[in-house]
């Protein structure tokens, strides 16, 4: 947010340095085209969380896209309304999506463990613990978590609704010092740039209030539950 007509300025570089954990969540906007899932992208991602691991830092990734890989396995155009046919849905295209990870993260070397979880899990103290504990456990193995909620057995009370909010829960539940949230639009804008060419960037926000919260409204997702506003809710 603009202070006096001067943008506070804060690298990247300059919120990694004191980081030793961190979790990054990458949604189905970037993971995926309309032929499926981008492995171009997702080798990216890789190769970039593996330079983070060389420099000694623990990274967990929260990754959505098992629907939409489910989608174009079977060939369906958009992502269906009811919950027994988005779990179908992602029961197909997880398996796809995890076997996508470990042949990216095997040219390093890479081991990976897909962890699904559900609100449920996550507010309920003894699964709560069960969790924190494998998750540390991973950790401390060298192994990179990947994270989804699990939709193939979630039901609408309990569901995330979208892994924004997973994410800032795996924030919290891992004590990491850093949630790093990839999109498909590069930051956060007063509009949705793909729609408006006068669209201004905000580099820093400092506060959340109904006018950040009306900016982040107008820019939706599309093949995920999210968008922006849900990104800054989390």
């Given at each position: 947010m603009e202070k006096k007509g001067r943008e506070k300025r804060i690298s990247r570089l300059d919120l990694l340095r004191p980081v030793k954990r961190v979790v990054v969540k990458v949604g189905s906007g970037v993971l995926t085209t309309s032929h499926g899932l981008?492995?171009?992208v997702i080798n990216d991602l890789t190769?970039?969380?593996?330079?983070?691991?060389?420099?000694?830092v623990e990274v967990i990734?929260?990754?959505s896209g098992a629907i939409a890989s489910g989608l174009k396995k079977i060939g369906m155009a958009k992502r269906p309304e009811s919950i027994s046919h988005q779990q179908a849905v992602a029961a197909i295209g997880q398996s796809t999506l995890m076997m996508v990870y470990e042949k990216a993260f095997g040219r390093h070397g890479q081991r990976v463990a897909q962890v699904l979880i559900t609100r449920d899990d996550l507010h309920h103290r003894r699964r709560y613990l069960n969790a924190r504990n494998t998750l540390f456990t991973l950790l401390s193995w060298k192994i990179v978590p990947i994270i989804n909620e699990n939709d193939t057995v979630v039901v609408d009370e309990i569901k995330f609704g979208d892994?924004?909010?997973l994410s800032a829960m795996v924030t919290n539940l891992t004590e990491s010092q850093l949630l790093i949230n990839l999109t498909d639009i590069d930051g956060f804008f007063n509009k949705d740039p793909r729609i408006h060419k006068d669209a201004r960037p905000i580099s820093v926000?400092?506060?959340v209030n109904k006018e950040i919260?009306?900016?982040?409204?107008s820019i939706p997702g599309f093949l995920g539950t999210g968008g922006m506003a849900a990104k800054i809710r989390a």
């Open positions: 981008n492995k171009r190769d970039d969380v593996c330079a983070l691991k060389k420099k000694g990734l929260v990754s892994n924004d909010n926000v400092e506060k919260m009306r900016y982040a409204s």
